[in-house]
DNA sequence: TACAAGCAATAGT
DNA sequence: ACTATTGCTTGTA
């Protein structure tokens, strides 16, 4: 997997829980955050914002746990964000106004893994 | 809906 | 080593 690429032990685990996430189904940072045995999901949306891996990691996958998209790329809102959705409706996540259409598209974890 | 506080990690100084 | 910043979350008002 890694290569050449330096990341942190931490950022390494994250990106091991989101690649987790089957397509079509996303996650929240929270989720990722229990999952990995932290309290922040700040934290791991730190280390998603930093992912030096880009489609290797399903980074659009994961989403906040209002239901809102989160950001992409190191965006909030804007162009990235719109490119975010396109992947999520691709995979058959549908968004509306921004935040996720079907909630039952949340991924526990710990079920398929 | 809007604001504030808590949380953990990275990057820059 | 310290400070500032961040793709968050939850609780109150």
């Known amino acids: 997997m890694n290569k050449g690429k330096k990341v942190t032990a931490f950022q390494q685990r994250v990106y091991d829980a989101v690649r987790?996430?089957?397509a079509g189904y996303v996650s929240t940072y929270g989720g990722v955050a229990r999952f990995l045995g932290v309290r922040?999901?700040?934290a791991v949306g730190q280390a998603l914002r930093r992912n030096p891996f880009a489609p290797q990691v399903p980074c659009?996958?994961?989403?906040a746990s209002s239901l809102a998209i989160g950001g992409f790329n190191g965006r909030r809102r804007?162009?990235?964000i719109r490119r975010k959705l396109a992947l999520l409706a691709a995979e058959g996540?549908?968004?509306e106004r921004g935040r996720l259409k079907d909630a039952g598209r949340l991924w526990n974890f710990r079920k398929g893994s």
Do not use: K, N, Y
């Open 40 to 42: 922040s999901a700040r």
């Open 78 to 80: 804007g162009a990235e």
């Open 93 to 95: 996540v549908a968004f």
């Open 60 to 63: 659009h996958r994961v989403i």
């Open 20 to 22: 987790l996430i089957p």
